[in-house]
């Protein structure tokens, strides 16, 4: 096996278990000392299907199918070549996996200690993002950035004899060459800009023997991105485990790591319990949502529906149509009858003001009238004011002595000691109105 960017591998920090990680030096020794490394291309990544539901075979709906994806390599971003697949390619696959109507989900069957840094986050995130449930399954190792990778899943299964889970942490090993180029007749002369101080410190410091700053700057903030994306994925994970420790399968049960110790079948079966759970949950959610249509079509179940929607026979679409017809033309005599009452009931109304209008404008007629026969300025005065004005007059001629005249007519006679009219006006009637 070659690895195609050695750079990341030898001064990059890790999510990997310390003796996985060491266990690969041999390799980078060979490759350092210009050894050829070959080996058959992997096989472990490439996805399978098991059928376990209906035959297409047999007349029944197509067979569904759980895909496995084999992680069984350190974690890499990239794919080597004749190395492990990387995970940008693992999304690819999975890409099109979402796509695939005969895969109902996938389980992650992991047995990796970790690995790079780059990347794993992000596949970490596009797995909690997939579209089909996903189930993690290990009988071996879920270290560092495996466990990362797996966290994502729904459901975490572990045989009883996995080897070990966890170690939630990074760590990084920096390769000083100096002395093995030295030793193959190369010196290396390093140089910076004068204004580029910054510029690579904290690892220049960490090859002098200062590595503060390089955890400070480099590993804790890795650290602590992975911690919270832990907390934020399993919710009843344990503190206890965020230190990098590893456990076995019983332990990691106890810890919050895992949800279930059984086997790849266990992994698979999950996955369709899942897939049947998430299908009843969109049919129930559909079917409350469209309650009076299928109240309406005498429905005693909800809609059939897949993927892509609700399906709709040509029968219940006959229907709705002919009721939505019946809606149009009930609507329509709803508005006509709404119209007739409220002009029947507006008539006697309007009768009634035209009535009240006419006998309004008849008393201010008759009260303009005994104004000027009294002789009185109407001025601004309303109708009441008037009214009051003359009932003052009243009074006042009708206190006089009734064998004085208060005023001689032009007829000559005294007018009656008591006046209950003016101008023809019945005062008293007009106060009432």
């Known amino acids: 096996m070659s690895i195609s960017n050695l750079h990341s591998i030898l001064n990059k920090p890790w999510y990997i278990e310390q003796s996985y990680g060491t266990s690969h030096l041999p390799l980078i020794f060979n490759i350092l000392e210009g050894r050829q490394i070959t080996s058959e291309k992997s096989k472990e990544n490439k996805l399978t299907e098991i059928h376990t539901l209906g035959s297409a075979a047999s007349g029944s709906s197509p067979a569904k199918s759980v895909a496995i994806l084999n992680i069984k390599n350190p974690i890499v971003k990239h794919n080597q070549f004749c190395g ?52 993690a399954y290990t009988d071996g190792l879920m270290c560092s950035a495996a466990y990362y990778i797996g966290s994502a899943a729904s459901h975490i299964v572990a045989n009883k004899r996995a080897d070990a889970i966890g170690s939630i942490g990074a760590y990084a090993q920096i390769l000083d060459l100096e002395g093995y180029y030295e030793k193959q007749g190369a010196k290396i002369h390093t140089m910076y800009a004068s204004k580029s101080t910054e510029k690579n410190k904290a690892y220049r410091e960490a090859l002098e023997g200062n590595h503060k700053e390089y955890i400070k700057e480099e590993l804790d903030p890795i650290v602590e991105d992975f911690i919270s994306d832990m907390k934020n994925a399993r919710t009843g994970i344990s503190e206890d485990v965020f230190k990098g420790a590893v456990y076995n399968a019983k332990n990691s049960l106890e810890k919050g790591l895992i949800d279930e110790i059984g086997t790849l079948q266990t992994a698979i079966d999950k996955v369709f319990e899942l897939s049947n759970k998430n299908n009843n949950q969109k049919t129930t959610t559909m079917s409350k949502e469209f309650t009076r249509i299928q109240a309406a079509l005498g429905m005693e179940a909800a809609f059939e529906m897949n993927e892509n929607g609700v ?108 006046v209950t009219k003016v101008g023809g006006i019945d005062i008293a009637a007009a106060m009432n109105n």
């Open 84 to 135: 492990p697949q990387g995970t940008k390619s693992m999304m690819r696959e999975l890409n099109r996996l979402k796509n695939d109507d005969s895969v109902v989900g996938i389980v992650l069957d992991i047995d990796s200690g970790g690995g790079q840094v780059s990347g794993t986050p992000e596949f970490h995130d596009y797995l909690k993002d997939y579209s089909k449930p996903i189930v």
């Open 311 to 418: 399906f709709v026979s040509q029968e219940q679409l006959q229907t709705i149509e002919a009721l939505l017809e019946g809606n149009e033309t009930a609507i329509a005599t709803a508005q006509t009858e709404q119209e007739t009452a409220v002009a029947n009931a507006t008539q006697p109304l309007n009768d009634s003001i035209t009535s009240l209008t006419d006998e309004g404008t008849a008393v201010t007629t008759a009260i303009d009238a005994a104004l000027t026969e009294a002789e009185v300025e109407r001025g601004t005065m309303t109708n009441a004011e008037a009214v009051a004005h003359l009932s003052g007059l009243v009074t006042e001629y009708g206190s006089n002595d009734g064998s004085k005249p208060t005023k001689v007519g032009d007829d000559g006679n005294a007018p009656e000691a008591k």
